[in-house]
């Protein structure tokens, strides 16, 4: 199911705010993963790259794309679906993923390029 438009967290609410049926199954679903997914490819680009790279010891990574699966600003995602959580280490930037893959980036040069 394709995630709903980008006009707004919850674009298909009704005057009460509650989401039409199918919107709110891909919600629930998607906010069980924080709205993250890769694609196949870059996977694989991780894994080769994790491989490939010379370091020392094991280094638990994310592997993610770059942008959040609702396609929406991020601060106004976690803010609809994740209220309590107002800590963050940064800034969020425009639809950036919520799970981040920084350190991925940095140590085996983790470079997501496809969409989901």
């Known amino acids: 199911m394709a995630p709903p438009s980008a006009s707004s967290p919850c674009p298909t609410a009704n005057a009460d705010g509650q989401l039409a049926d ?11 993963n924080f709205f ?7 996977t694989t ?5 994790g491989l490939d790279t010379d370091f020392a ?8 794309q770059a942008v959040n699966t609702a396609h929406i600003d991020a601060e106004r995602l976690a803010g609809a679906f994740f209220p309590d959580t107002t ?3 940064r800034a969020l ?3 950036e993923g919520l799970v981040g ?7 085996i040069g983790y ?3 496809h969409r989901y």
Do not use: E, Y
């Not at 199918?22 to 069980?32: C, K, L, S």
């Not at 680009?45 to 790259?49: L, M």
């Not at 893959?101 to 140590?107: C, E, F, Y």
């Open 22 to 32: 199918a919107d709110t199954r891909w919600f629930i679903g998607a906010r069980a």
């Open 36 to 42: 993250a997914a890769v694609d196949d490819r870059d």
């Open 45 to 49: 680009q991780a894994i080769i790259k």
């Open 57 to 64: 010891g094991a280094h638990p990574l994310f592997i993610s």
């Open 87 to 89: 800590a963050r280490r």
């Open 93 to 95: 930037i425009g639809d």
């Open 101 to 107: 893959i920084d350190r991925a980036r940095d140590l």
């Open 111 to 113: 470079a997501p390029a």
